[in-house]
């Protein structure tokens, strides 16, 4: 799954994974991380998701990072907003309002460049990868946002059934990308009705990632 791959995906019009509607998990789970008012979210390989839509009409600002110029110039067009812009190192950074999104590879997006982040929403980012990639970006991600506090939605099923992406990842998984900086607490899990596209059963699992405890002064 490298760079051009998800680029003819985008193409070619393949977006199977983009949603008609905001998540409902993320209208329903997002309460979980009592965020204060106006907090700024960052949502990872953001694609051009209704979900920033919601994120926005609730008051929050929204920063997020997608490698597709389409993806990032339709989201914005879907806002009726014109963005703004910049060349931002190895990415470019497209802002208006509270929307800003970083066009590029996420894994060369600074902490500088972002800026400050209250949270991070994760929906079809980690699955996205295959796994030597989520261990890479998992550690990035933590880098990148100081150890934020995560709503994460995660896929499983029979990874023999299909090959990913959609990729499944479990709780050992979860707890191995994330050990020793944030702590996992799944809050609810699902059977994705109908299964992974028909081909065996598939259930979602929502995530808090917390920052785990510093040592004792
Ligand atoms: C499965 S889609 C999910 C999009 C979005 N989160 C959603 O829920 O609709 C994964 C997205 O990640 C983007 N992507 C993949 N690798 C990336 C990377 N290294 N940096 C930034 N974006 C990436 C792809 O272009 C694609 O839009």
């Known amino acids: 799954?490298?760079?051009a791959f998800w680029q003819a995906k985008w193409e070619r019009g393949e977006t199977g994974f983009h949603e008609p509607r905001p998540?409902?998990?993320l209208t329903r789970y997002l309460p979980a991380l009592h965020l204060p008012a106006g907090a700024r979210v960052f949502v990872p390989l953001c694609g051009m998701s209704l979900d920033i839509h919601w994120l926005l009409a609730q008051g929050y600002g929204v920063a997020g990072c997608e490698l597709?110029?389409?993806a990032v110039t339709r989201l914005f067009a879907a806002l009726g907003l014109v963005p703004h812009v910049t060349p931002c190192g190895a990415?470019?950074?497209f802002e208006a309002g509270k929307l800003c999104v970083f066009a590029g590879n996420i894994l060369d997006l600074t902490p500088q460049q972002l800026g400050a982040v209250d949270a991070v929403y994760d929906r079809a980012a980690l699955i996205a990868l295959p796994a030597p990639m989520r261990v890479a970006y998992a550690r990035h991600l933590v880098a990148l946002t100081h150890s934020a506090p995560q709503?994460?939605?995660c896929l499983e099923y029979d990874q023999s059934c299909r090959a990913g992406p959609p990729f499944a990842v479990d709780e050992t998984m979860?707890?191995?990308y994330y050990a020793g900086t944030l702590l996992p607490a799944r809050i609810a899990r699902q059977a994705v009705p109908g299964g992974l596209k028909g081909a065996c059963?598939?259930?979602e699992s929502v995530w808090t990632l917390t920052p785990c405890p510093g040592p004792a002064p």
């Open 1 to 3: 799954m490298d760079e």
């Open 23 to 25: 998540n409902a998990l």
């Open 68 to 70: 597709s110029r389409i």
């Open 91 to 93: 990415l470019d950074r």
């Open 151 to 153: 709503l994460l939605i």
């Open 174 to 176: 979860v707890r191995q």
């Open 201 to 203: 059963p598939a259930w």
